[in-house]
């Protein structure tokens, strides 16, 4: 259970800095997160040193590669999602500033490809499904969307994902 743990925190620390930087979180980065100290609470029978004595107790949790790569692909379900909720806010250039760094991560996938665990191949199917949601959306906003009004926007795209779902029997 800890594994799949450690994924939901990378995808939601990794989340919380692409939105206030638009890159991605290093692996090494979160590591330094995970580093926690405490000053020693246990009683000493030594009645002549006091708390400056004490040193602090230091514990660390290490996300492994395979866990940030496995976290990172959750992400892009979540980039997704941000892409789709813009286009309804009106927000018309995050879909194509997403759809890059998107591709950016699918390169990256595809370099591991299938000699990663299994988990990594299976979370590479739904990676590239977002992806496609991403790029369907912006070539809709590109193609049609002088056509559509922007409060209309949203409702187009939740059909078309609906649709896209359906098809790869995922609804």
């Known amino acids: 259970a ?5 994924q939901e925190y990378v995808e939601a620390v990794s989340f919380q800095y692409f939105i206030k930087t ?17 000053e020693d609470r246990e009683e000493t029978t030594n009645t002549t040193s006091n708390s400056h004595d004490k040193q602090p107790q230091t514990w660390s949790l290490k996300v492994t590669p395979v866990d940030y790569l496995l976290g990172v692909a959750d992400l892009t379900g979540e980039l997704m999602r941000l892409c789709i909720s813009s286009v309804g806010n009106g927000d018309i250039d995050t879909p194509f500033e997403l759809s890059q760094f998107l591709r950016q991560i699918y390169d990256g996938f595809t370099f ?26 912006c070539y809709t906003l590109k193609v049609r969307g ?17 649709l896209i779902d359906q098809e790869e029997g995922l609804s």
């Open 22 to 38: 638009r890159s991605l979180i290093s692996v090494e980065e979160i590591n330094k997160q995970l580093i926690f100290t405490a």
């Open 146 to 162: 002088s056509e559509i009004p922007k409060h209309m926007l949203a409702d187009v795209f939740s059909t078309k994902t609906e």
């Open 112 to 137: 591991i490809g299938n000699t990663g665990p299994y988990e990594v191949s299976k979370k590479l199917y739904t990676l590239k499904q977002s992806l496609a949601k991403v790029e369907n959306a």
């Open 2 to 6: 800890i594994f799949a743990g450690l």
